[in-house]
């Protein structure tokens, strides 16, 4: 891959856009290889996780590439959004494995909004995040008036959003956008140290969980009944008879994902 760095540990498979002279700008080549990175953790059965994260310490996505946006009319705007959000961003929102953002420096537009795909988010102390769309006569496209507006409530959202405004990581962590701020030299070392975790759990449940949470926002389904139905299902795999074996004999469980 060209705008993107791959690499392997412990079974989580961090995805670095590799962009540094363009601040990680998301154009349409980095979101083809991102569809193909989220493709693999998808298939790839070696990988449980994966982290989200830019290369250099300016940035993780600063934005869209702003360049290949003086051709478009509304026709080819919107295909640009639905592309991508089918292609990347719902693909990551809905993966059975969890994705990480290891959110380092600038997370704007398109890059806030990648951000907000992930299950969850962790920054550096030196990362800031906003929807700056307003700026160029446009609104957010990537999902970010949705995401945001869950994340952290219709008022701030909107603030966010109507102002173009910036907040800092500490703010951040403050509205609920990330779980947790650290230094930028024990970014990846956390949110590795959060998916070892997840990693030693049965694959199947955790995938059953994120499909359960994400309900919450899915109005075409009813979220109690995803539930239950997951639930449910769950008790035919020889994982959960691997866990309450487990319990009972008082030792750690071994998952296969079946």
Do not use: W
Not at 59 to 67: C, M, Q
Not at 94 to 102: H, L, R, T, Y
Not at 236 to 242: C, I, S, Y
Request: aromatic share 6%; net charge negative; glycine share 8%.
């Amino acid at each position: 891959m060209q705008t993107l760095s791959l690499s392997f540990q412990s079974q989580i498979l961090i995805i670095t856009i590799n962009r540094p002279d363009k601040l990680n700008a998301l154009n349409k080549q980095v979101i083809e290889e991102l569809s193909a990175a989220i493709d693999d953790v998808y298939n790839n059965p070696e990988i449980k996780s994966a982290i989200i994260t830019g290369s250099g310490e300016k940035a993780f996505v600063a934005g869209a590439d702003i360049s290949e946006f003086t051709a478009l009319d509304a026709s080819a705007g919107k295909a640009l959004a639905q592309k991508g959000q089918e292609n990347v961003f719902d693909k990551i929102e809905n993966s059975p494995k969890p994705v990480i953002a290891a959110v380092n420096g600038f997370a704007l537009g398109g890059g806030c909004e990648l951000a907000m795909a992930c299950h969850f988010r962790i920054a550096s102390n030196n990362a800031r995040f906003g929807q700056p769309e307003v700026n160029l006569g446009l609104i957010p496209g990537y999902g970010g008036t949705q995401r945001l507006t869950q994340l952290i409530g219709k008022g701030r959202a909107m603030e966010l959003i109507l102002t173009g405004n910036m907040i800092d990581a500490n703010t951040a962590l403050q509205y609920g956008l990330v779980n947790h701020v650290t230094t930028p030299e024990e970014l990846i070392k956390k949110a590795t140290s959060i998916l070892d975790i997840i990693n030693s759990k049965a694959p199947l449940a955790v995938a059953g969980s994120i499909k359960a949470v994400n309900a919450v926002f899915n109005e075409q389904v009813n979220g109690y009944q995803t539930e239950i139905d997951t639930f449910a299902e769950l008790f035919d795999t020889k994982d959960a008879k691997e866990g309450a074996a487990a319990f009972m004999e008082k030792r750690k469980p071994v998952f296969k994902g079946i």
